[in-house]
């Protein structure tokens, strides 16, 4: 049976546009989604947008329009943007689709008919920007962490998710499945909150105060907004899309997430699963953040990065290859236009782009393009495919652990170890002897080989450039589930390969 897999981003705002945060995870998830099809396995990538709460309601009236109206403009924008990058989601969830608010409706009230929820009278620490309580002991110097802001002291009577209940068993569970968080900081970052007595979660709001929300179906005068309403969207767009069976998908369901929102994730989730009946999530990947060089990504500081602009000035591949390389998942990473200039230039230019380029002018120049036989074969062709066979082991070992710079750092290698084979066996050198000539159509047939490799490997990360290789190849480089194809004898003599066209054409430093 085909393994199933369930691959999410989280539910973006709808109060910001499209920006580089949101695009790295929205890459991420989308090399996940297209590495685990590679493998032959049956995905079902979700993405949306979480539309309901406080704020987007205050950033509507900013706008002077009303919440609806504001969130379908916001949230065609995003999946205009995803659709424009080729972001190969399989469904796109708003928290305002009907068939999302009646889950969470049916979600509330079973909890609510088991025990788990109750009304009371809280008052605490609220950030707005979080839209969660602190206690005094996550504050720092009174401020909320993420947004710098000193949180508003909210005092009202709501309804609680008797959410301490469940800390035990999600200390049994994440005891029997250590896997579960990943890397393994914010494992032991979660491990840390869990040593503290988790509080009770307060999950509606009064409609005196706030009408943007879902209606609770056991007392019509509140709402429940963003935690409550907008992490069921992973079971209830899963259902509602794939309909019977959809439980398949979530025996094996991969969050992806950065460090800010790891609390929802890893706490209110998983105990809200437990009080629904419904089993945990497989796992929760958690990625750092991308901060401008040394500040924050900010509009007043206007440095905001826009998926569409860089798509534009450089090619998406362009942009996914430096968002992946550049940030080891898991920790921080800086953003600069040199950094993404300079990485450009070295891996793109210089890399992989004048190395196809090279092998295939060759080709063109010597054989008008014909793929000559192997003739005698060498040690350094052995070499040169035993770095591809490492390359290709350790690339799907780390694309399978969500270490997407190590995959791209290891199919790097294998360039490498390409150029330095073009370097040694200098086929233009040989050439130049009339009896060394079948040697060259070997060489360029093994640099064929292992352009072919290249755009297999690459497919996940760089799906146009894969495609690009594949096209000038005229051969289909195969998933990576099949066999690799077979080096020495996959291009039939005589087959034709195009001539090169620029893949990253140099980008010059702008001068300050
Ligand atoms: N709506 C909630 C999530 C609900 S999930 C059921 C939310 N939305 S958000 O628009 O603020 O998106 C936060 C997410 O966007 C982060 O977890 C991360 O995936 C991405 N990023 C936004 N800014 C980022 C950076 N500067 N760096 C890396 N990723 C960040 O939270």
């Not at 900013?62 to 109206?69: G, I, L, S, T, Y």
């Not at 490492?390 to 710079?405: C, F, G, K, L």
């Not at 000539?437 to 070997?442: D, E, L, N």
Request: net charge negative; aromatic share 12%; glycine share 6%.
């Amino acid at each position: 049976m085909t393994s199933r897999v369930h691959l999410t981003t989280p539910l973006y705002y709808v109060n910001a546009e499209p920006h580089l945060g949101h695009t790295y995870t929205t890459v991420v998830v989308d090399t996940a989604a297209r590495f685990h099809r590679s493998m032959g396995r049956d995905v079902f990538f979700l993405t949306g947008t979480d539309e309901h709460g406080d704020k987007i309601a205050q950033a509507a009236a900013d706008k002077n329009c009303e919440p609806r109206a504001y969130a379908d403009r916001v949230s065609a924008l995003f999946r205009s943007t995803w659709d424009t990058c080729g972001i190969s989601y399989d469904h796109f969830v708003r928290t305002t689709d009907d068939y999302h608010v009646r889950f969470v409706q049916e979600m509330l009230q079973k909890i609510h008919d088991a025990g788990d929820i109750y009304f009371g009278e809280y008052g605490g620490k609220y950030c707005y920007g979080c839209e969660r309580f602190y206690a005094d002991r996550e504050l720092v110097n009174g401020k909320c962490p993420d947004h710098k802001t000193e949180p508003a002291f909210i005092s009202e009577k709501n309804y609680f998710f008797r959410m301490s209940r469940y800390q035990q068993p999600l200390l049994d569970y994440l005891a029997a499945n250590p896997e579960t968080v990943s890397p393994v900081g914010y494992r032991n970052e979660l491990m840390g909150l869990l040593r503290e007595p988790l509080e009770d979660l307060c999950i509606s709001r009064p409609k005196s105060r706030l009408t943007w929300g879902i209606e609770l179906p056991f007392d019509r005068e509140y709402v429940t907004y963003v935690w409550f309403d907008a992490l069921v969207n992973y079971v209830s767009a899963l259902a509602h899309a794939k309909g019977e069976g959809w439980e398949q998908y979530w025996d094996n369901a991969h969050h992806y997430v950065a460090k800010d929102i790891l609390k929802p994730h890893a706490v209110f989730w998983p105990t809200m699963l437990m009080a629904a009946g419904l089993p945990v999530y497989r796992a929760l990947h958690v990625h750092g953040y991308w901060n401008m060089g040394e500040s924050k990504m900010s509009k007043s500081l206007g440095n905001v990065i826009r998926p569409l602009e860089m798509r534009e000035r450089f090619g998406m591949d362009g942009f996914r290859y430096f968002l992946l390389r550049e940030m080891a998942f898991g920790n921080d990473a800086a953003f600069t236009e040199d950094a993404f200039i300079t990485r450009f230039n070295a891996d793109l230019s210089n890399g992989i782009g004048n190395l196809v380029s090279r092998v295939l002018a060759m080709q063109q120049r010597y054989f008008e393009g014909a793929v000559q036989s192997v003739a005698n074969t060498e040690q350094a062709d052995a070499d040169l495919e035993a770095a591809f066979a490492e390359a290709e082991r350790r690339a799907i070992d780390a694309y399978e652990n969500s270490q997407y710079h190590i995959a791209l750092e290891e199919i790097w290698k294998a360039v490498a170890a390409c150029d330095k084979y073009i370097v040694e066996m200098a086929p233009f050198r040989l050439w130049k002897q009339e009896e060394a000539r079948p040697r060259v159509g070997t060489i360029l047939h093994l640099l064929c080989d292992a352009l072919r490799h290249l755009a297999r490997l690459i497919a996940p990360a760089m799906p146009e450039t894969s495609a690009k290789i594949a096209s000038m190849l005229d051969a289909d480089p195969g998933r990576l589930a099949d066999r690799a194809p077979a080096w020495r004898t996959s291009f039939r003599e005589g087959h034709v390969v195009k001539a090169p066209e620029p893949l990253f054409p140099r980008v010059e430093v702008p001068k300050s």
